[in-house]
């Protein structure tokens, strides 16, 4: 299957709804008036797209349709998909990498966004590139966290390093990357305990794993990715800032697209903070992580319009 | 009116709507939508679901065309509170109780997506019932996520409730009936069932938690809903309502800065009433779901009444009066301001409580301020090591009498003199409180000593 088929099936309940509609309005409407432009803010803004991001979007097409006078409704199916991957960027974004190794990446987000399922799968998706990959169990709060890690460290063939439940998380870091050098490990995956963004205690505590990996290998970390769930709505926007004002964070992870959720809110990311989506998660099996497309992923939210080529 | 404050950043743009009213005696139809506009992006940013946004701001509509405007009140004031008591209506009323079975146990059956916080809110829940002097049962029915039963065996231990699990191996629905056998035999009441999250478009699994109901007719299926939910609340809450017949809501991760607009989403289309909310990691953070309060945060005003209510909990009423009355007649004094300082401990990080305030959580220079325990400990050493007579009255401590008290608590010269500083900067306050307080009092309001 290819990815992009992969994508359009993780996507076709959000395609069924929003594609649908937005398929429906430039068929049904025979005007790009006032009514048009109302009805597909609407349907941005149920993608959680968000208020503003929506009305902006909204704004530009219609200063393009102005611009080019465009009449047919048809026509600005092309047009949105082209303001989206404008916001998105053309390009696949690549993950950072290390000219020596081991490549240290921490995974970040908030409680319930799938940030160990998400490493899981990222360590598979790694060992099956032949890489030797270490993970590094830095959630000692959660209630068996680190169990869950074990699990998935087994299914996907890599290394754990972990300490007691309530241990110093800066310590298992430290652990971790003394046994990548000695193992001489590829990559390092460090899984961090879920966190509100407004808990100042444990973004501070996030800062010092970041400090303790900056110490102990120059250069490092090489991603920070914060995992964000698809259906989370306008406060992935402060997930955004204030993971990022912490721990710099290089990419998001946009987790469980195979529901009807659309992820909306990382356009409104990209635009206002311009952080890639780097990954998107679309089902629960181990190699349902992949690259996110911003090209593939915007024909698949608009493909069956009237109008957008699929690549 | 403090009531009218409360309303601050919403009425402050209604009031940039409204400037052209002045002199009017009655908003019109063009006043109204305008402000509607207003309210629409703040509902919408809030993640409010748009449908529910259209119907709630065609209903407010109504009701604020042809509102008389109070005299003592702003016209954008107004339109805010009707905003208010419409959305807090639309929420329903506080229904924090549980369905009691009449022959136990009574079954309690937790379901939402992945990461909605099912396993932890069943140990909230377990801890809850327990208070009250129940003996739950947890049972782990999440047999696909890795470790989720390990998790709940952890969290049940923690709690001292005991756990019913069989492995990773059988059935949910067979878990969910001998555990319920399992309470009949040992007593336990109620049962809590953890089941495994799951999308609501994943045919199979929603057949299992509907073969589950029909295994052990459950008084309560509560959905659980993750506060930051965006627009899609609406149609996971209708599925699971659909095929399941949800009895109510429970809305987690609101100790966080979201708004909570999808609780407002997921009460229109279920009709369910939001029985708890999940306010924090602790196993203790279950609370009572309060619409007013959640209506102003949606609203993006604060969650004041919250405020008040943790600080009734943690003073103690006694020494707050009697702080009053010294505040009154002056004679705060430094033993007072240490006990001051451990009440404002007792309720909780002060990140918490700013969260609480509205605007605050805004403020960039409020950000990351916190009541640091180990000053706590600094500060009480010093004042220790005064005599009474200069707890009484700091006027007399000159340089030997700080030397003194800097050696004899372990601290720097300077460290006394920040404390003497602050001393002061909040007996001025105090007083400047006291005074407004009186007034607040007068009015049958709160006293509120610091």
């Not at chain 2, 959305?87 to 229904?95: I, K, P, V, W, Y």
């Not at chain 2, 969290?155 to 990773?168: A, D, H, Y």
């Not at chain 2, 602050?422 to 006293?447: V, W, Y």
């Amino acid at each position: 299957m290819s990815l992009f088929s992969k994508l359009k099936e993780g996507l076709s309940k959000t395609r069924d709804n929003f594609t649908r509609r937005v398929g429906d309005l430039l068929a049904g409407s025979s005007r790009l008036d006032d009514d048009f432009f109302d009805e597909l803010e609407e349907i941005l803004v149920t993608a959680d797209v968000g208020a503003r991001t929506s009305m902006e979007l909204v704004e530009r097409v219609r200063q393009e349709v102005k611009k080019r006078r465009i009449t047919e409704p048809a026509a600005v199916g092309e047009l949105l998909r082209q303001e989206v991957t404008g916001i998105l960027g053309e390009e696949v974004p690549r993950l950072g990498w290390s000219p020596a190794p081991p490549a240290v990446y921490l995974v970040v987000g908030v409680n319930g966004a799938g940030k160990t399922t998400t490493i899981g799968k990222l360590a598979y998706r790694f060992q099956q590139e032949g890489k030797k990959v270490i993970l590094a169990a830095a959630d000692t709060f959660r209630a068996a966290a680190g169990e869950q890690l074990d699990v998935w460290a087994g299914r996907a063939g890599a290394e754990l390093i972990r300490h007691q439940a309530g241990a110093d998380p800066g310590a298992v870091v430290y652990d971790a990357l003394q046994a990548a050098r000695n193992r001489r490990a590829d990559v390092v995956l460090v899984d961090t305990a879920g966190r509100l963004q407004t808990k100042v205690n444990l973004m501070d505590e996030l800062k010092k794993i970041r400090r303790v990996i900056e110490r102990e290998m120059p250069g490092a970390p090489h991603e920070v990715l914060l995992v964000l769930d698809a259906t989370t709505g306008q406060n992935a926007l402060s997930q955004a800032k204030l993971f990022s004002e912490a721990v710099g964070v290089t990419g998001i992870v946009l987790t469980k697209l195979d529901g009807t959720a659309r992820g909306g809110v990382v356009l409104a990311i990209a635009a206002e903070m311009g952080i890639p989506v780097k990954l998107v998660g679309l089902g629960e099996g181990l190699d349902d992580l992949k690259e996110f497309q911003p090209r593939e992923f915007a024909a698949a939210l608009f493909s069956g319009l009237a109008g957008v080529k699929e690549e | 009116m403090k009531q009218v404050a409360v309303f601050a950043s919403l009425a402050d743009k209604l009031q940039e709507t409204f400037k052209k009213l002045r002199g009017k005696g009655k908003l019109t139809e063009a006043d109204v939508t305008a402000a509607m506009r207003e309210i629409r992006l703040a509902l919408l940013e809030a993640d409010v679901n748009f449908k529910v946004v259209k119907d709630f701001i065609n209903r407010v509509k109504e009701r604020a065309v042809g509102q008389e405007v109070m005299a003592s009140i702003t016209p954008g004031q107004q339109v805010v509170k009707i905003v208010h008591e419409e959305l807090t209506a639309l929420m329903g009323g506080s229904e924090s109780k549980i369905n009691w079975a009449g022959q136990p146990p009574t079954v309690i059956m937790l379901v939402g997506l992945q990461g909605a916080g099912k396993t932890t809110t069943a140990a909230k829940l377990a801890r809850l019932v327990q208070n009250q002097g129940r003996r739950p049962l947890l049972v782990a029915a999440d047999v696909y996520r890795p470790a989720a039963i390990k998790q709940l065996q952890v969290l049940g231990e923690q709690l001292k409730v005991p756990v019913f699990s069989m492995g990773e191996g059988i059935n949910p629905v067979d878990i969910a009936r001998a555990s319920v056998e399992h309470a009949r035999k040992y007593g336990n009441n109620p049962v809590i069932l953890d089941t495994a999250g799951r999308l609501h478009i994943n045919e199979t699994m929603m057949a299992e938690l509907a073969a589950i109901k029909e295994a052990v007719n459950p008084q309560e299926i509560l959905l659980v809903v993750d506060a930051m939910t965006g627009q899609d609340a609406v149609q996971v809450a209708s599925n699971f309502h659909q095929q399941l017949g949800l009895t109510g809501v429970i809305l987690t991760k609101l100790d966080g800065d979201t708004r909570g607009g999808a609780a407002l989403s997921v009460r229109a289309v279920t009709g369910c009433p939001i029985k708890f909310i999940g306010m924090g990691e602790k196993t203790e953070a279950l609370e009572t779901f309060h619409p007013d309060r959640l209506a102003s945060r949606i609203l993006g005003m604060g969650d004041v009444l919250s405020l008040i209510e943790k600080a009734q909990a943690n003073l103690d009423v006694e020494k707050a009066k009697e702080l009053q009355r010294k505040i009154r007649q002056q004679e705060f004094t430094l033993e007072d301001f240490l006990e001051q300082m451990k009440q404002m401990k007792k309720m909780g990080p002060l990140e918490d409580i700013l969260g609480m305030l509205p605007g605050a959580g805004k403020m960039k220079q409020l950000k990351g301020i916190q009541i640091d325990p180990k000053e706590l400990v600094h500060t009480e050493a010093i004042i220790q090591s005064m005599t009474p007579e200069e707890r009484r009255n700091p006027a007399i401590i000159n340089g030997s009498r700080k030397k003194r008290i800097a050696a004899g608590s372990g601290t720097r010269v300077q460290d006394v003199n920040r404390l003497l500083r602050q001393f002061e900067e909040a007996k001025k306050l105090m007083h400047f409180l006291g005074e407004g307080g009186n007034k607040i009092k007068k009015k049958g309001r709160l006293p509120f000593p610091f």
